[in-house]
């Protein structure tokens, strides 16, 4: 398949700037897949969908304050650093801008507790190590910012609200978004209901957010990305699929994390490690039975696997609705539940 059958027109003013508040107030259009239905209403209304028995799988990660602003040492020119995945306790693969001007020996401060030097430049990623004085987490807090997505030109007020309300796990450079709509309310009333939470934790990065750059998407190269699942997790999981009650992954990243460690029957083994599963149509869901998630970008791979769970026509007809009714896309957009 072609880049090009994942291109929609999107106007500029519906790319959502700042979260709505509540959290839970953003709009849901809800897709029933058997009946070939389109329902719109708004996602604290989330309920009304779920049966009891259904198991919503959360990813608990939490971002970290990933972008760092420094300088070169040698120049003094501005230098940034994106952090996208811990290696060891000094290294860390990363982005890099301006990157043609930051090569392999370059080194980079940011304050007289942290410095880097540039160790080696990969396929859209670089080797950075770290020298500082302290504990690194502590320093990052105080010199990192919210590593928000470049389509955001608002400065983002109350930074927790690029972290989901159950975030746990430190190291994402980007939000889960689909789990940003919940409040601990509607969580609790979804509980109240019998519906079950489970959380598995993938930490997201650039394989999640790596633009294809391929024009046939079978050529795109996947990065890894950290995930683990519990047993606790596991059985809550393997349960709901032996009694067939619905395994609904919240986002993208939880779709990615069940499917990389379910078997062909959709039970899952408690497992972590790092993942680079690719799903595009044509994919054969194992575990998930239904999808919560936000209106992603074009040509993006999260586009490319909602269209291998809904259909690539179907998804597109139905962001073409959104768009017409004003839906908000993106990070801090509106949802789709496809059931």
Not at 2 to 8: I, L, P, Q, R
Not at 133 to 140: D, M, W
Not at 298 to 324: C, D, H, N, Q, W
Request: proline share 4%.
């Amino acid at each position: 398949m072609k880049k090009s059958d994942f291109y929609y027109d999107l106007p500029q003013e519906l790319i959502a700037q700042t979260p709505v508040e509540p959290r839970d107030s953003s709009r849901l259009l809800v897709y029933d897949r058997a009946q070939d239905k389109a329902t719109h209403t708004i996602f604290r209304n989330l309920g009304d969908f779920l049966k009891p028995g259904d198991v919503l799988v959360v990813n608990n990660t939490k971002v970290i304050p990933a972008r760092l602003i420094g300088k070169k040492v040698s120049t003094q020119a501005a230098a940034e650093v994106l952090l996208l995945k811990r290696l060891n306790l000094t290294d860390w693969e990363v982005l890099l801008r301006p990157a043609k001007r930051l090569k392999p020996g370059t080194d980079i401060v940011f304050s007289e507790k942290l410095k880097c030097k540039v160790l080696s430049a990969g396929e859209g990623v670089w080797t950075v190590r770290f020298e500082f004085e302290g504990v690194f987490e502590e320093i990052l807090d105080e010199l990192g910012q919210v590593p928000l997505p470049p389509y955001i030109k608002e400065k983002l007020i109350d930074k927790s609200r690029y972290n989901t309300v159950y975030a746990k796990i430190e190291g994402s450079a980007a939000a889960p978004t689909a789990g940003l709509h919940f409040t601990p309310e509607l969580i609790q009333s979804l509980k109240d209901k019998g519906v079950i939470f489970c959380e598995v934790l993938l930490n997201v990065g650039l394989g999640t957010f790596l633009p294809v750059k391929t024009d046939n998407i079978e050529d795109h190269h996947m990065h890894t990305e950290y995930y683990e699942v519990s047993q606790q997790a596991a059985d809550i999981i393997n349960q709901a699929k032996a009694e067939k009650r619905r395994v609904i992954a919240v986002g993208t990243t939880s779709v990615r994390v069940l499917e990389s460690c379910g078997g062909q029957n959709g039970f899952v083994k408690s497992c972590k490690g790092n993942t680079d599963i690719f799903i595009y149509p044509g994919y054969k869901f194992k575990t998930v039975d239904a999808l919560i998630t936000n209106f992603h970008l074009p040509e993006s791979t999260l586009i490319m696997l909602v269209s291998a769970f809904a259909g690539r026509e179907k998804v597109l007809e139905l962001y073409r609705e959104a768009i017409e009714l004003k839906y908000r896309f993106f990070s801090f957009g509106d949802a789709m539940f496809i059931m």
